[in-house]
C-alpha cells in the first residue's frame, strides 16, 4: 500500500493478485457453482452482480481481511458521527447529514431546506417574480454543476422547468445557456462555495450585465439566489439575504446536491422529486451504515476497485444503457478522481499503487460504435460497468427491450468472446474460400475474458438515482479508507488555478512573471494570433 512492508493482510491480498492475474473468469464459474450468488448484493432497490469480475472466493475472504485491518467499518461509523474524517482540513465530511441521520448537524440542513421549499414553492407558484419562473439557469463548476445536471436530465418530465447549466469560464456555455431565455421570467442560481470562484464569479458577472441591461436596477436581487458558505460575500455582491442559502465547510462540492447547493433540483423538478431523491440517499446510507463487510454493496465496490487496481487495471469504462443517465461517466470522474487520486496517505507516505483508476465512458448504445472496439479487442482489458434500467419510464418498451438486450449482451460478449474455430465455421458458412478464412480469421477472433460489473435498477425514480449516487459516494470514501488517502480534500486543483491568474495580466501585455520556456513560446504563439485577429478587417 505504501512504501516499506507491506502489511500481513495486504501482502495476502498482493500475492492473490500477482498469481490470479491471468486466471480465466469462465474458469471461475466452472469451479463454484455458486458465483452467481456469492457475487451479487442487493440494497436500495438495486441488483449489483460482480461475478463477471476477475476475483474469486479467495480473494474476498483475503480482501476482507484488509479491510478489518484498515479498521474499515469503524472509520465508516467516525463518517457518519461526524467525527473530523478529513485530517488536512480539520472537517467531518457531513454529506450523509444532509439526508437527515440524526446527528446535530442534520438540523441545520432541515432548517436550509424548509427556507429551499418555501423559496421553490413561490418561485413556481409566480409569487417570487410576481408571474411564475419558465427557466432556470445554474451557475456552478465541478460539484456545484455536475450533481444537479445529472439529477436534473435523469428525472425531468412534462412539469419540469426548462433548465441550463453553465460552469465553463468559456463564455459561449454561458451565452448559450441564456439563449432565448426571457431575464423577466427567468431565475439565476448561483452556486460557490466561498463566493470566489473564478468561473462561477465571472460568469455570475456577466448575468449581473445581462440582467442590468434588460431591466434595470433591483433586477440581480430579484432573479438571482446563491447557495453558499460566504452568505456575507453573496450580499455584498448584491443579492438579498433572503436569497442566500447556506451550506457549510463540512459538505465537499462533489458531495453537495443533497443541499442547498443543489436547489436547481427542486427549482426543476418540483419539490416531491427532491425530497425523494433525499429519501433514496438515506435508504442507502442505512444500508451501508448498518451493514457488515460481506453484505455491505459500497464495501463490495470498494474493494472490486482497489482488487482491479492491484490486477494492473488503470482505467474504469462506466457505461449506463439510459441516456437519461447521460452526464453520470462525467459526475463520477469528478466524484473518484477528485476524492481518490492523491499520491500521499494521511501519514504523509507516497502510495506505492495508484488509490483511483481513470473513469470514463459514455452512454449505451452509442458507445458501443464509439470505444467498444478497444473493449473488446484491444490490448488492454478494461473492466466496464453497465448500468441498466428494467423499465423505462419514457414509455418505449420495445426501444427498451433493445437497449436491455444490448447491454446484457455486451457484458456476455466481453467474457465469452469468439474462438478462431468459431470464427473459422462462420466465415465458411458464408461462402469464404480456405485463403480468405486464413487471412480473415486474426481480425475476428474475440479473445473475451473482460470484465465486468452489471448494476441494475428496477426504475429510474427519484429514489433510486439518490440511492445510486449516495452507493457511488460511500464507494468512493471507502475506497480512500482502503488506501489510506484523505478522499475529502482537492489540493490538486489549485496549482493549475493559481498559475492562471498570474498567467491574465501576460495576455494582457504584462512582461512578468515569466513562466518555462515552452509556456514562454505558447503565451507569444497566442500573443501574436490575438493582435493579427484585431488588425483583421472585419
Known amino acids: 500500500m505504501s512504501t516499506g512492508s507491506p502489511t500481513p493482510a495486504f501482502a495476502a491480498v498482493q500475492d492473490l493478485a500477482t498469481r490470479q492475474a491471468h486466471s480465466p473468469i469462465a474458469d471461475m464459474f466452472s469451479e463454484d457453482a455458486e458465483r452467481v450468488t456469492r457475487f451479487t448484493r442487493r440494497a436500495a432497490g438495486l441488483h449489483l452482480a460482480t461475478d463477471k469480475q476477475r476475483w474469486t472466493p479467495e480473494a474476498l475472504k483475503a480482501l476482507y481481511a484488509w479491510a478489518e485491518e484498515r479498521n474499515l467499518l469503524t472509520w465508516r461509523d467516525q463518517l457518519f458521527s461526524m467525527t473530523p474524517v478529513n485530517i488536512t482540513e480539520g472537517r467531518a465530511a457531513g ?7 440524526g446527528v446535530p448537524a442534520a438540523k441545520k440542513a ?6 429551499l421549499k418555501t423559496l421553490v414553492d413561490s418561485a413556481r407558484s409566480g409569487a417570487l417574480l410576481g408571474q411564475p419562473v419558465e427557466a ?3 451557475i456552478g463548476v465541478g460539484g456545484s454543476g455536475l450533481g444537479p445536471k445529472l439529477v436534473v436530465n435523469a428525472l425531468k418530465g412534462p412539469d419540469s422547468l426548462p433548465t441550463t447549466f453553465a460552469a465553463n469560464v468559456d463564455g459561449a456555455e454561458l451565452q448559450e445557456a441564456l439563449k432565448g431565455l426571457n431575464p423577466a421570467t427567468t431565475l439565476v442560481v448561483l452556486v460557490s462555495k466561498t463566493f470566489t ?4 464569479m465571472m460568469n455570475a458577472e456577466a448575468v449581473r450585465s445581462w440582467f442590468m441591461s434588460h431591466l434595470g436596477e433591483g433586477a440581480l ?7 453558499t458558505a460566504a452568505p456575507e460575500r453573496a450580499e455584498a455582491w448584491g443579492l438579498s439575504r433572503d436569497n442566500i442559502f447556506p451550506f457549510w465547510d463540512w459538505v465537499g462540492g462533489r458531495f ?3 443541499s442547498a447547493a443543489g436547489m436547481a433540483i427542486p427549482l426543476s423538478l418540483g419539490w416531491a422529486a427532491f425530497d425523494e431523491l433525499l429519501q433514496g440517499a438515506e435508504v442507502m446510507d442505512t444500508h451501508v451504515r448498518d451493514t457488515d463487510l460481506e453484505d455491505n454493496m459500497a464495501v463490495h465496490l470498494a474493494l472490486l476497485d482497489a482488487w482491479n487496481r492491484l490486477l494492473g487495471a488503470s482505467s474504469r469504462a462506466v457505461v449506463p444503457y ?3 443517465l447521460a452526464y453520470l461517466p462525467g459526475f463520477l470522474q469528478q466524484l473518484e478522481m477528485e476524492s481518490n487520486g492523491k499520491g500521499v496517505t494521511t501519514k504523509n507516505v507516497a502510495l506505492e499503487h495508484p488509490a483511483c483508476p481513470v473513469v470514463w465512458g459514455d452512454v449505451g448504445t452509442t458507445g458501443q460504435h464509439a470505444f467498444f472496439q478497444m473493449l473488446h479487442q484491444g490490448l488492454e482489458k478494461i473492466p466496464v460497468e453497465f448500468i441498466l434500467v428494467a423499465n423505462s419510464r419514457d414509455g418505449h418498451d420495445g426501444h427498451q427491450k433493445a437497449l436491455l438486450a444490448n447491454g446484457l449482451a455486451q457484458g456476455a460478449a466481453l467474457l465469452r468472446g469468439k ?3 468459431k470464427v473459422r465455421e462462420e466465415l465458411k458458412a458464408k461462402g469464404y474460400n480456405d485463403q480468405e478464412i486464413e487471412h480473415l480469421t486474426p481480425h475476428m477472433v474475440f479473445e473475451g475474458d473482460r470484465p465486468s460489473t452489471t448494476l441494475i435498477l428496477d426504475r429510474l425514480t427519484p429514489k433510486r438515482l439518490g440511492a445510486l449516487l449516495a452507493l457511488y459516494e460511500h464507494k468512493t470514501a471507502l475506497l480512500g479508507r482502503l488506501w489510506g488517502i484523505n478522499p475529502f480534500d482537492q489540493f490538486g486543483v489549485e496549482l493549475g488555478k493559481q498559475m492562471a491568474r498570474t498567467l491574465t495580466p501576460r495576455l494582457e501585455g504584462a512582461r512578468d512573471p515569466a513562466f518555462d520556456p515552452s509556456t514562454e513560446a505558447l503565451l507569444k504563439v497566442v500573443t501574436d494570433m490575438r493582435q493579427h485577429e484585431r488588425q483583421e478587417p472585419a
Not at 454529506?95 to 441521520?101: I, P, V
Open 95 to 101: 454529506h450523509t447529514a444532509l439526508r437527515s441521520n
Open 110 to 115: 432541515a432548517e436550509t431546506r424548509a427556507r
Open 136 to 138: 432556470i439557469v445554474n
Open 197 to 200: 470562484t473564478l468561473e462561477t
Open 221 to 227: 436581487a430579484k432573479h438571482c439566489v446563491a447557495a
Open 256 to 258: 453537495s446536491l443533497w
Open 322 to 324: 439510459a441516456s437519461r
Open 419 to 421: 474462438s478462431k474455430s
